[in-house]
Each structure stands twice: as C-alpha cells, then as structure tokens.
C-alpha cells in the first residue's frame, strides 16, 4: 500500500534554532516527491519538487534531502523564524496520483 | 504561478442545506482539483474538474454529494450537498500549471455545519 509517514507528529523549538522533519514513504512507481508549508488557516504553498535524481535542493533557509534507495527525506530548517511555525507537508507524486503524509506542526516559540 | 481566489473563505450552515464553493484563477489552468482538510488531518483529493464535461471522482466521494462544475479554463464550483456535521472541513481549490508540477492552492472555505 502506498503510504507516506511524517515524523515527529509535532515539534517545537526557540527561535534561532535549527531542525530537521523526517518523511518515509513507500511508494512505487516514483516520480517526484514534494515539501508544502502550510500556515495555519491557509492553503498549503510549495517549497520543494525534488526527482529521483535530486539529492539535496535548497529554498532559503528551507534544505530538502532524498535518498531513494531507502525511501527517504529529510527537510531541514536553519536558523528558525517565529514565521516557520507551520504544518509541514511531505508529498509524494507516483505517475500524477499525489500521495499525502499527515503533516509536521512546528511550533517556533520567542 | 497562478493566483486562486475562493469564495466563501468560511460559512456556518445549517444541517440538510448545501453550499457552493466558487474557485477563480488568474490564468488560465489545464489541471484544477478539490481537496478537503478534515481537522488536524491533512488533505483528501476529492475530484478532478474537467472542463467541459464531468468530473472526476475519488474513491470515497460521488456526483450527488459533491457536485462539481468547471465551465471554462478559469473558474471552477464545489458543492457540498445535503450537509451533516461530518462535511465541517476545510475545502481547498487546487491548480497545476504544468503537468506533473507543482499545485497551487486557494486559500481555503473553511465550513461549519450545525
């Protein structure tokens, strides 16, 4: 079955640290796999595609990893902003059917 | 990119009544899709607009409950029908640029039903 498992389930950490939220997925085919924010009472927004290909991708402060040999990502925040404080989605897309995790809530507190 | 504007961004609606979510885009948009965002879940694809003709439906949902139109590139509706307490979500209007990349989301209609 085709699933993608987020953790931790919830985080929270003071502002100026940095942290790293986990995604396992197994899923097959694969053809991308993705990192939405989402704020609070918002729609979620894009920070990461990354291909098979892809090991590392960068957005800002925002580092997405992928190993696809053992079927996983990492994304990792540097240097947290009370603005981080989100949901933190991780998706994977096999052959345009988009597989949802569940979700990291990081709080980030002053 | 694209920007998506959705209509009602909440209501409250009685039990048994329906409500209808309208969905703009700025440009014109190939692929657009309904999510729900039950609370403190993350999202559920709902269907598929298809412009000009029916949509597509997820395992789970139907026509009658969520009836969908899509009458040109840029706009899209979302009803939800004969509701219960149980369709108190989030619903989300999606839009893809190109195929395969990345979604665009409104920002949500919010939906309390009493």
């Known amino acids: 079955k085709n699933q993608v498992e987020q953790s931790p389930q919830s985080l929270i950490i003071l502002e100026g640290k940095n942290c790293t939220l986990q995604c396992n997925y197994t899923v097959s085919p694969f053809s991308n796999l993705r990192w939405y924010k989402q704020d609070t009472g918002r729609g979620p927004v894009s920070l990461t595609i990354?291909?098979?290909s892809e090991n590392t991708k960068s957005n800002g402060r925002y580092t997405a990893t992928l190993d696809a040999d053992t079927k996983q990502s990492s994304l990792h925040i540097t240097a947290s902003q009370l603005s981080d404080s989100a949901s933190y989605i991780c998706v994977v897309n096999s052959n345009y059917q988009l597989i949802w995790g569940a979700g990291t809530k990081l709080i980030i507190k002053p | 990119s694209a920007v998506i504007s959705q209509k009602p961004s909440r209501d409250i609606c009685q039990r048994g009544t329906s409500l209808t979510i309208q969905c703009q885009v700025d440009?014109?948009?190939?692929?657009m899709f309904w999510y729900r965002q039950q609370p403190g879940q993350s999202l559920t694809l709902i269907a598929t607009a298809n412009q000009g003709s029916e949509a597509t439906y997820e395992s789970g949902f139907v026509i009658d409950k969520f009836p969908i139109s899509r009458p040109n590139l840029t706009f899209s509706t979302l009803t939800v029908s004969n509701m219960s307490p149980e369709d108190s979500s989030i619903y989300l209007c999606s839009v893809e640029v190109r195929v395969g990349g990345e979604l665009f989301f409104g920002e949500g209609s919010r939906l309390t039903v009493l």
């Open positions: 440009s014109q948009v190939t692929m």
């Open positions: 990354m291909t098979f």
